[in-house]
């Protein structure tokens, strides 16, 4: 359980130097340069993920402990919650689409569903220290994206739209009927 939790630090931190230290981000990189500042972040995020990911399976083939069983039922019906976060994400990419000038930060609002499902139907410790931690780090990160720069509200447009809808549904069938099983080693559709 270390090894999850400081991958989820150091994941999280850094991806919260805007969140809880813009200054000191602002100052980083102009001391460094963008470029020298985005290499050191890449690779600090990159140590992270790894801690994060071989943390996860450690605490999950260790001592894992069930907080609750969630029913059976829930996972199927949860995996179709994940259909809109990957949209959202997709939106967060595709340039010029209503989704992203409506919210802004589409990308934090698809991490909170991700997290969300994924904390109502894993009972286990480890994923709910996970999921909970990726929840409260988007709600948190909405809001201060939200004071930083508030959503334009216009200037999207409906091919855009249409793009973020087809490539996050795309993406989301791809990943949930082939990848997640492959990848994560649970098939969210059996």
């Known amino acids: 359980m270390v090894w999850l939790l400081a991958g989820l630090l150091v994941f999280l931190g850094v991806h919260s130097l805007r969140i809880v230290a813009p200054g000191w981000r602002d100052a980083r990189v102009a001391a460094m340069g963008a470029m020298a500042f985005k290499g050191v972040y890449s690779l600090v995020s990159i140590a992270g993920f790894v801690l994060l990911v071989w943390g996860y399976a450690q605490a999950r083939a260790d001592a894992p402990v069930l907080l609750?069983?969630?029913?059976?039922?829930?996972?199927?019906?949860?995996?179709?919650?994940?259909?809109?976060?990957?949209?959202?994400?997709?939106?967060?990419?595709?340039?010029?689409?209503?989704?992203?000038?409506?919210?802004?930060?589409?990308?934090?609002?698809?991490?909170?569903?991700?997290?969300?499902?994924h904390l109502l139907v894993n009972g286990w410790l480890h994923g709910v220290l996970l999921f909970g931690g990726f929840l409260l780090w988007a709600i948190l990160g909405f809001r201060a994206a939200r004071r930083r720069e508030p959503a334009p509200r216009s200037g999207g447009t409906v091919g855009g739209t249409v793009a973020a809808v087809v490539v996050g549904s795309v993406a989301w069938a791809v990943f949930a009927f082939h990848l997640h099983r492959l990848l994560i080693g649970v098939g969210p559709f059996g």
Do not use: E
């Open 68 to 117: 609750w069983a969630p029913p059976i039922g829930l996972r199927h019906a949860i995996s179709l919650l994940t259909l809109p976060a990957f949209i959202l994400l997709a939106a967060a990419y595709v340039p010029r689409n209503h989704i992203k000038a409506r919210l802004g930060h589409p990308m934090f609002v698809a991490v909170k569903l991700w997290a969300l499902a």
